[in-house]
């Protein structure tokens, strides 16, 4: 699905001559590995952060410490600000985030292992998020979270 989702998301914003910017955590890289195997994928895609550490996500995405130390890295305040971080850095019409636990180990009570936070923006002010829950290994949590992060992109760019 992924792999689908790339290709009409890249076909869309080739029309509408638009980019993209794209800022990932427990996903180290994949949605933009899933973008980048699509031909033509250069003319929209701006690029990204793999911002996996807090350090990285206050230094690189200008997320405020005050917001991870309140809500934690893995909620929706965070995923909102990671999203916004990349679109302000890229002047891009639209940008995502993806932040959440991809296991073993790192879950609790309130937040499993497997919760997913995608967020999504426009340059003009408009957000999106989305809270996931996915099963299975590290490597499927990772698989989904990705697959459900271009997902949540293509629709927020289809419905604009």
Known sequence: MSNSCAYELIDLLLKRGER???A???TGGRVLAQLTAVPGSSAVLWG???SYSN???VTLLGVETDLIGKNGAVSPEVAIAMARGIQRRSKTDWAVAVTGIAGPSGGSIEKPVGTIWVGCCDSSGNNSVRLQHFDGDRSLVQ??????TLKVLLEMVDNA
């Open 48 to 50: 990204g952060v793999v």
């Open 55 to 57: 350090e990285s996500k």
């Open 143 to 148: 698989k989904w979270a990705t697959e459900e």
């Open 24 to 26: 990932e955590s427990c």
């Open 20 to 22: 993209v910017a794209i």
